[in-house]
């Protein structure tokens, strides 16, 4: 099954540019989802798991399943406001089919679905799942809100014809397509492989002189994490950051008088953060791609050190005096600018994979790199410029969508 959805995924990120210009796309609305108990959560889980196989069956009987007639989607707080709804679960009604057991329940585009059958829907894929739990023919309670007030429909469940599902009834009484859900948003995870343009040139200067091995100039990989929400729109409004460490240690001999024996030692950090900004489009009901960029900083920082382990409580001067036990930190910082693309693929209600490519561009606000010591910083000489430029590519989980 994992190998059927990985294949799955890779066809449809090859062939989503065709995909877009095939696939009217319309906004859909979304919904943060409030007040969720542990507990909830946790049946979801559960739930969700379960749905895999049972998915599999839908699919090959989905004529015989019992529909609402209803389209549908979760909602947001720009929803909730503007039309007055005072409460913190529900789905959003975006149309219903044509002469379907919805519309002669008198349910229309607009009313939000409270409750189905005694139970609360809390959301989208809740919804779902009560309605597949019934059986064609069985009449259920829906209590809906629409203008600020509460009413109860008694609706019959029916199947539908699949002519019905690919068109909306609006409350003029015209048709259009679907719309499609941009998601809800989420976060989680973010490896980043970024491959610096010079090859670390100007850093790998400094560690080969200090008798350290380079970085690979074929890129490093960076760990962090970071999120995003639904703002209305397709927009999202989110965060993240990613950073990079090497810390190593060797002997090494220092020429004097005499030669000395230390152990010197090298860390070297790289990271970045900033917000994000992001335009969602939805290419199917599991797959959205989005344009967007990150604003924020990031740097390098290297120190090195060396001591061979023998201090003295009278000989403190002598040991600063001496090269023995020394050591130098060094950092350049950037204002980093990164527009990005990137697609995600929906595999459960609360899990998505996430590929994102960009370029980041830097602007740094110090000429060359600056050496520190207790807290001042000081301009070093001859000091090179060092941009932070490069490709960035990203691919891992995603908990939500």
């Given at each position: ?12 990120f090859?062939?989503?540019i065709?995909l ?15 007040d969720?108990?542990v507990?909830?959560a946790?049946?979801?889980?559960e ?11 839908v ?14 989607s979760?909602m947001d707080f720009e929803?909730?406001?503007k039309?007055?709804?005072?409460y913190?679960?529900?789905v ?6 044509h002469d379907g ?9 607009g ?7 005694g ?6 894929s809740k919804?779902?799942k009560l309605?597949k739990?019934k ?7 829906v209590?809906i809100?629409?203008d600020?007030?509460?009413f ?5 469940l029916?199947?539908?014809?699949s ?6 009834l609006?409350k003029d009484?015209s048709?259009?397509k ?9 976060g989680?995870?973010i490896?980043?492989w970024?491959?610096?343009?010079n090859e670390?040139e100007?850093?790998?200067h400094?560690l080969v002189?200090y008798g350290?091995?380079?970085l690979?100039?074929k890129g ?15 927009w999202?409004l ?6 990079y ?10 020429d ?7 152990t010197r ?8 953060g900033g ?19 990150m ?11 060396q001591?061979?382990?023998?201090y003295?409580w ?5 040991d ?5 036990n020394?050591?130098?930190?060094i950092e350049?910082?950037y204002?980093?600018?990164?527009p ?11 899990l998505?994979i996430r ?5 980041m561009?830097?602007h ?5 790199w600056d ?9 070093i000489n ?5 941009p932070?430029?490069g ?5 891992g ?5």
């Open positions: 099954m994992k190998k059927i959805l990985l294949v799955v995924l890779v066809a449809m090859l062939s989503s065709n877009f210009a095939q696939v009217e796309i319309e906004e859909g609305v979304n919904v943060y989802e409030i969720m108990e507990e909830e946790l049946m979801e889980v739930e969700a798991l379960d749905d895999m196989n049972f998915n599999i069956l699919s090959r009987t989905s004529e015989e399943q019992p529909r609402m007639g209803v389209f549908l979760d929803d909730a406001y039309i007055h709804y005072p913190c679960y529900g959003y009604v975006t149309g219903v089919t057991p919805a519309q002669k329940a008198g349910l229309a585009k009313d939000i679905i409270m409750e189905f059958d139970k609360q829907a809390k959301f989208e919804l779902v309605i739990s059986s064609i023919g069985d009449e259920v309670k209590k809100f629409r600020e007030e509460i109860i429909a008694n609706l019959t029916a199947t539908i014809t002519k019905d599902t690919e068109m909306i609006t009484g048709k259009k679907k719309k499609l859900s941009v998601g809800n948003g989420g989680g995870w490896p980043v970024f491959v610096d343009n670390f100007d850093i790998n400094i002189d350290f091995n380079g690979d100039e490093i990989l960076m760990h962090g994490g970071g999120g995003n929400g639904n703002m209305g729109k397709g999202f989110g965060g993240m950051g990613a950073g460490s090497i810390d190593k240690k060797k002997g090494y001999g220092i004097g008088d005499e030669i000395i024996d230390v030692r090298m860390l070297y950090s790289n990271a970045f917000v994000t900004l992001d335009k969602r489009l939805a290419i199917t009901k599991n797959l959205v791609t989005s344009l967007g960029f604003l924020g900083w990031g740097g390098h920082n290297l120190q090195i050190s001591t061979d382990g023998a003295d009278d000989e403190l001067n002598e600063m005096n001496s090269s023995a020394n050591a130098i930190e350049k910082n204002i980093l600018f990164q990005k693309a990137t697609i995600m693929y929906r595999i459960l209600d609360w998505s590929a994102e490519g960009g370029y561009l830097s740094s606000y110090t000429n060359g050496a520190i010591s207790c807290d001042d910083n000081f301009e001859n000091s090179p410029e060092t932070y430029q490709y960035t590519i990203s691919i989980p995603w908990f939500g969508f």
